[in-house]
């Protein structure tokens, strides 16, 4: 199986910065493409950022100009780096992976226990 791990979440005030990783375990041949969604109390989990295995990115309106994710293929691990931070922002940040669990096989959705960020204004 697949094992995603986050770290890195925290308190922060608003306009400061907070680093995201996740690290990939276990036994799979590759992950295609990794993301981070985030969700807020009462709302739905929602896409912050993702990256694809070559390293195009995507992100959310809200996040552009300020977040900015990265990959390690080798390492498996996938890094969200947080500037200006705004209490909006406050949520549990979910590592999201599409893993190829064996190859010729379609990928397979794997997610992390979720780091709670937190920003205070």
């Known amino acids: 199986q697949v094992q995603l791990l986050e770290s890195g979440g925290g308190l922060v005030q608003a306009g400061g910065s907070l680093a995201l990783s996740c690290a990939a375990s276990?036994?799979?041949?590759?992950?295609?493409?990794m993301a981070w969604y985030r969700q807020a109390p009462g709302k739905q989990r929602e896409l912050v950022a993702g990256?694809?295995?070559?390293?195009?990115?995507n992100y959310a309106d809200f996040v552009k100009g300020r977040f900015t994710i990265s990959r390690d293929n080798a390492k498996k691990t996938v890094l969200l780096q947080m500037e200006t931070l705004e209490p909006e922002d406050t949520g549990v940040y979910y590592c999201?992976?599409?893993?190829?669990?064996?190859?010729?096989?379609?990928?397979?959705?794997?997610w992390g226990q979720g780091t709670q960020v937190t920003v205070s204004s």
């Open positions: 990256i694809t295995r070559d390293g195009t990115t």
């Open positions: 999201n992976a599409r893993v190829i669990v064996r190859v010729l096989r379609p990928s397979q959705n794997f």
């Open positions: 276990g036994s799979f041949s590759s992950i295609n493409y």
